[in-house]
């Protein structure tokens, strides 16, 4: 996975509240028995002008020339909301976001970022409206994350700390796979597994 | 220390803490389905990894099978076929449990997991499907994860998990006659919105949780994600004992009594402290039906469409507007007199047995009304057997109701069968957001009884006039 240490971009803001997974990438968009090519399907009901077509809506903040590079997003409370389907974060991952800043977040939502590299920073609500003020000229919509200091800082010079458990920063830092890091733990597994397989066995039958 | 029910269950699976907060928990069952199993698996083995304790492992086939009597592994969702065969296929590799389309037992996820005793009280279970804290009912802690997880899961037997925070529901007083669990949580999540169990395990509790049957308490833990809860649980009585006792799974002879002893300390001690607690009386409730867009989006069956909050947030008040405009909808406007043209019984919320037996005691001599499309799919064979046994199915037939295979089917669109554009659907299932049962489809959330009425009246109707 790509390690995320600073992160610049254009920063575009879909200030709606509860976007959930289905408006994040629709079923019908997931066609694939894989995790590839559903970038194209991201925000597809609000980015093409009819379901399953793929003519632009030119009204989507996306489809504007100025945020064709779009790699960090702004977004209302409870953004990821939903359904669990990880497609949700490989569309956003494959097009091209890296940072999504929300007052909030689906749980599931937050962890599957945080597993394919994708940094949540949860802000509140009133510096999410103040940071969609600044970034509306185009020309300061570059915004810049930095995951060690965990700051956002605006083109205007602000800075905006936010929180992240340390066990989520460092594998967003190291690009780690969590799967690889708890079989380091196997040990440990087992031991536990042991005695609890005497105290349930039931579960092991 | 006195504990929740949550606590105890946490701490019989913490494997070791990591960091505050956030611990290395132990997974006694995980559930996969084809709409993801083939990636986790195929990921999985693509890695160099495997599948560390087969056993542990199930798989059902439900999220887009076809649900036509008849069916084979076609389906109209695109590439459903390829999802279905791969997910065979990577299975039988795996060595794990599948219920493929023919077995007796197939079933939507949900529905077959407590059926077959395959989650049981004081269990972790993970699934990728938003709804596994359905099965929290049991006393288990069940929670719905991603493909990642799942893949982290079947690899270490493992999760790393965030612990959420305790917050116990009480559900007080006397429910009326024709009220559900259903109509119960749709009131819950109007009242305190759709993230008021955010980052929180809810105990639902009280002396109408004590009153619901086994399968109304899988109706109202699986809710719980629509309340953005990490899962919703209650503790297990002997209705849960009873319930498990023989089931296909279940723990017997010498392990049935070990188990019982574990399973009797399952509860919260009288003095264990909450987070966060709501109490609701539900003497008074009335049907609950959902108007707009978010399952908050609900009131009474004899309420009016609601006139936006004044109090309300500048991200909400567009979504608000939004959810008029999705659903056609305007403030003022008679619940009871919107007209649908579809109406839906299934998906794991609400196709079980008794969901079937009361919607058909609505039904039983009526006739759907013209020109609505009303669908039942039952939640799995077992089910759909029973119903067969009791002639259910002829009574559905006979008011007009398809009678279907089971599978989760409309509860959600992926790119197959859906009601059509912009057609206005009284649903059993979960989620009324848009798109969710097809392009522009409209969707208004309602116990099965409120959508076996409704299919009867051509409109939302109230339940409690067909209840004779
Ligand atoms: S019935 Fe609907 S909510 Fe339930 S498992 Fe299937 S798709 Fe998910």
């Given at each position: 996975?790509?390690?995320?240490?600073?992160?610049?971009?254009?920063?575009?803001?879909?200030?709606?509240?509860?976007?959930?997974?289905?408006?994040?990438?629709?079923?019908?968009e997931?066609?694939?028995?894989?995790?590839?090519?559903?970038?194209?399907?991201?925000?597809a009901?609000?980015?093409?002008?009819?379901?399953g077509?793929?003519?632009?809506?030119?009204?989507?903040?996306?489809n504007?020339?100025?945020?064709?590079?779009?790699?960090?997003?702004?977004?209302?409370?409870?953004f990821?909301?939903?359904?669990?389907?990880?497609?949700?974060?490989?569309?956003?991952?494959?097009?091209?976001i890296?940072?999504?800043?929300?007052?909030?977040?689906?749980?599931?939502?937050?962890?599957?970022?945080?597993?394919n590299?994708?940094?949540?920073?949860?802000?509140?609500?009133?510096?999410?409206?103040?940071?969609?003020?600044?970034?509306?000229d185009?020309?300061?919509?570059?915004?810049?994350?930095?995951?060690?200091?965990?700051?956002?800082?605006?083109?205007?010079?602000?800075?905006?700390?936010?929180?992240?458990?340390?066990?989520?920063?460092?594998?967003?830092?190291?690009?780690?796979?969590?799967?690889?890091?708890?079989?380091?733990?196997?040990?440990?597994?087992?031991m536990?597994?042991?005695?609890?397989?005497?105290k349930?066995?039931?579960?092991?039958? | 220390m006195?504990?929740?029910?949550?606590?105890?269950?946490?701490?019989?699976?913490?494997?070791?803490?990591?960091?505050?907060?956030?611990?290395?928990?132990?997974i006694?069952?995980?559930?996969?389905?084809?709409?993801?199993?083939?990636?986790?698996?195929?990921?999985?083995?693509?890695?160099?990894?495997?599948?560390r304790?087969?056993?542990?492992?199930?798989?059902?086939?439900?999220?887009?099978?076809?649900?036509?009597?008849?069916?084979?592994?076609?389906?109209?969702?695109?590439?459903?076929?390829?999802?279905?065969?791969?997910?065979?296929?990577?299975?039988?590799?795996?060595?794990?449990?599948?219920?493929?389309?023919?077995?007796?037992w197939?079933?939507?996820?949900?529905?077959?997991?407590?059926?077959?005793?395959?989650?049981?009280?004081?269990?972790?279970?993970?699934?990728?499907?938003s709804?596994?804290?359905?099965?929290?009912?049991l006393?288990?802690?069940?929670?719905?994860?991603?493909?990642?997880?799942?893949?982290?899961?079947?690899?270490?037997?493992?999760?790393?998990?965030?612990?959420?925070?305790?917050?116990?529901?009480?559900?007080?007083?006397?429910?009326?006659?024709?009220?559900?669990?259903?109509?119960?949580?749709?009131?819950?999540?109007?009242?305190?919105?759709?993230?008021?169990?955010?980052?929180c395990?809810?105990?639902?509790?009280?002396?109408?949780?004590?009153?619901?049957?086994?399968?109304?308490?899988?109706?109202?833990?699986?809710?719980?994600?629509?309340?953005?809860?990490?899962?919703?649980?209650?503790?297990?009585?002997?209705?849960?004992?009873?319930y498990?006792?023989?089931k296909?799974?279940?723990?017997?002879?010498?392990?049935?009594?070990?188990?019982?002893?574990?399973?009797?300390?399952?509860?919260?001690?009288?003095d264990?402290?909450?987070?966060?607690?709501?109490?609701?009386?539900?003497?008074?409730?009335?049907?609950?039906?959902?108007?707009?867009?978010?399952?908050q989006?609900?009131?009474?069956?004899?309420?009016?469409v609601?006139?936006?909050?004044?109090?309300?947030?500048?991200?909400?008040?567009?979504?608000?507007l939004?959810?008029?405009?999705y659903?056609d909808?305007?403030?003022?406007?008679?619940?009871?007199?919107?007209?649908?043209?579809?109406?839906?019984?299934?998906?794991?919320?609400?196709?079980?047995?008794?969901?079937?037996?009361?919607?058909?005691?609505?039904?039983?001599?009526?006739?759907?009304?013209?020109?609505?499309?009303?669908?039942?799919?039952?939640?799995?064979?077992?089910?759909?057997?029973?119903?067969?046994?009791?002639?259910?199915?002829?009574?559905?037939?006979?008011?007009?109701?398809?009678?279907?295979?089971?599978?989760?089917?409309?509860?959600?669109?992926?790119?197959?069968?859906?009601?059509?554009?912009?057609?206005?659907?009284?649903?059993?299932?979960?989620?009324?957001f848009?798109?969710?049962?097809?392009?522009?489809?409209?969707?208004?959330?309602?116990?099965?009884?409120?959508?076996?009425?409704?299919?009867?009246?051509?409109?939302?109707?109230?339940?409690?006039?067909?209840?004779?």
């Amino acid at each position: 996975m790509k390690p995320l240490v600073m992160h610049s971009g254009v920063t575009a803001a879909i200030l709606r509240t509860n976007i959930d997974t289905d408006a994040i990438i629709p079923s019908r968009e997931m066609k694939l028995v894989s995790k590839q090519g559903l970038g194209e399907g991201l925000f597809a009901s609000w980015r093409y002008t009819e379901a399953g077509g793929r003519t632009p809506n030119p009204d989507f903040i996306l489809n504007k020339a100025a945020y064709k590079n779009t790699s960090i997003l702004l977004s209302g409370k409870n953004f990821g909301c939903g359904s669990s389907r990880e497609h949700a974060v490989w569309a956003l991952a494959e097009y091209g976001i890296r940072v999504i800043i929300a007052p909030s977040f689906g749980a599931i939502f937050y962890g599957n970022c945080i597993r394919n590299g994708i940094l949540p920073v949860t802000l509140s609500d009133e510096l999410i409206v103040e940071l969609a003020e600044q970034i509306q000229d185009p020309q300061k919509h570059q915004l810049t994350v930095d995951l060690i200091n965990k700051v956002v800082i605006s083109a205007t010079g602000l800075s905006y700390p936010f929180v992240i458990a340390n066990g989520c920063q460092t594998m967003l830092l190291e690009g780690l796979d969590q799967i690889g890091v708890t079989m380091k733990s196997g040990k440990t597994i087992q031991m536990f597994e042991q005695s609890y397989r005497q105290k349930r066995s039931w579960l092991f039958e | 220390m006195a504990l929740t029910l949550f606590d105890k269950l946490w701490a019989d699976h913490e494997v070791a803490i990591l960091e505050d907060n956030v611990s290395l928990l132990y997974i006694d069952r995980i559930f996969l389905h084809e709409r993801t199993g083939s990636i986790a698996l195929e990921s999985l083995v693509a890695d160099g990894r495997m599948v560390r304790n087969p056993e542990k492992v199930f798989c059902s086939m439900d999220h887009i099978v076809d649900t036509h009597v008849g069916r084979t592994d076609e389906t109209l969702v695109p590439s459903g076929k390829q999802f279905i065969q791969s997910t065979r296929k990577a299975s039988h590799a795996a060595g794990i449990k599948l219920f493929d389309i023919n077995d007796p037992w197939q079933g939507i996820v949900h529905v077959i997991s407590p059926e077959l005793g395959i989650v049981q009280p004081g269990c972790t279970l993970i699934c990728p499907d938003s709804h596994t804290c359905s099965q929290g009912a049991l006393g288990a802690l069940a929670w719905g994860v991603g493909s990642s997880e799942a893949e982290h899961a079947m690899a270490t037997n493992t999760l790393v998990v965030k612990r959420p925070k305790n917050m116990r529901v009480n559900l007080v007083g006397q429910l009326p006659v024709g009220i559900t669990a259903k109509d119960l949580v749709l009131h819950l999540i109007a009242q305190y919105g759709a993230a008021g169990g955010s980052g929180c395990a809810i105990e639902f509790a009280g002396e109408v949780v004590e009153a619901l049957s086994i399968e109304a308490r899988l109706t109202l833990c699986n809710m719980a994600v629509e309340f953005s809860a990490f899962t919703g649980l209650i503790a297990p009585d002997h209705k849960a004992f009873d319930y498990i006792q023989g089931k296909p799974y279940a723990p017997k002879g010498k392990q049935w009594e070990e188990a019982m002893v574990y399973w009797a300390g399952l509860y919260t001690d009288a003095d264990a402290v909450f987070d966060k607690q709501i109490t609701i009386d539900c003497s008074h409730l009335a049907p609950v039906v959902s108007w707009g867009t978010s399952p908050q989006h609900a009131c009474s069956v004899l309420d009016k469409v609601p006139n936006m909050p004044t109090n309300i947030e500048a991200g909400d008040e567009a979504s608000y507007l939004r959810a008029y405009e999705y659903m056609d909808l305007h403030p003022g406007q008679a619940i009871d007199s919107i007209v649908i043209d579809a109406a839906f019984i299934g998906s794991c919320t609400n196709s079980r047995i008794t969901d079937l037996r009361e919607a058909a005691a609505i039904l039983v001599g009526r006739k759907v009304a013209n020109g609505v499309k009303a669908i039942c799919v039952p939640g799995s064979k077992a089910v759909k057997r029973m119903a067969e046994a009791e002639g259910l199915d002829k009574i559905f037939i006979q008011a007009g109701f398809d009678w279907r295979e089971p599978g989760c089917s409309m509860c959600f669109f992926a790119g197959g069968e859906n009601f059509g554009f912009r057609k206005r659907v009284i649903s059993s299932t979960n989620r009324n957001f848009e798109g969710r049962q097809g392009p522009e489809t409209r969707t208004h959330l309602a116990s099965p009884i409120t959508v076996a009425a409704s299919a009867i009246a051509g409109r939302i109707a109230d339940p409690r006039e067909y209840l004779l």
